[in-house]
């Protein structure tokens, strides 16, 4: 079988700084086609004033990238450093394996609060990966 198609993917760290909006989901970015996302960390600049989680997913998994963490915690506190704090595209418990997410098509990349905040949160959330030359 001969090689039909080469593609070069090159690797990025895109830092998006975002400010949650009540309970209604932040789109962060819109990653083109032929992603694959190696992992997504998020750093609190400024917490919400609310009992509440922050999530990072997509429209098909809304905590794909970062399950429920505290969205009120102290400024500097770091999620998805670690493995139990990534959603199911990026760490699967039983296994205890890392994972990557590719996406076969554009996919929006969004950040939503489980409660509304009095004061919103500021984040900054940190997206690796490789993306296709086009």
């Known amino acids: 079988m001969a090689v039909t198609d080469r593609k070069t993917a090159y690797p990025f760290a895109e830092v998006f700084e975002v400010t949650s909006n009540g309970t209604t989901a932040v789109e962060i970015c819109t990653l083109p086609a ?46 998805g ?11 699967d418990s039983t296994v205890k394996g890392g994972y990557w997410k590719l996406l076969v098509t554009a996919t929006a990349v969004n950040l939503d609060m489980s409660d509304a905040p009095t004061t919103e949160g500021v984040y900054e959330v940190t997206i690796f990966g490789y993306s296709y030359a086009s």
Not at 47 to 59: E, F, P, R
Not at 82 to 91: I, K
């Open 34 to 79: 032929n992603t694959i996302v190696t992992g997504v960390i998020v750093l609190i600049k400024t917490a919400a004033t609310v009992t509440g989680n922050l999530i990072i997913g997509d429209a098909s998994d809304d905590d794909g990238y970062i399950s429920a963490q505290d969205g009120t915690a102290a400024a500097g506190t770091i999620y």
């Open 81 to 91: 450093d670690t493995p139990s704090e990534r959603g199911a595209y990026l760490y």
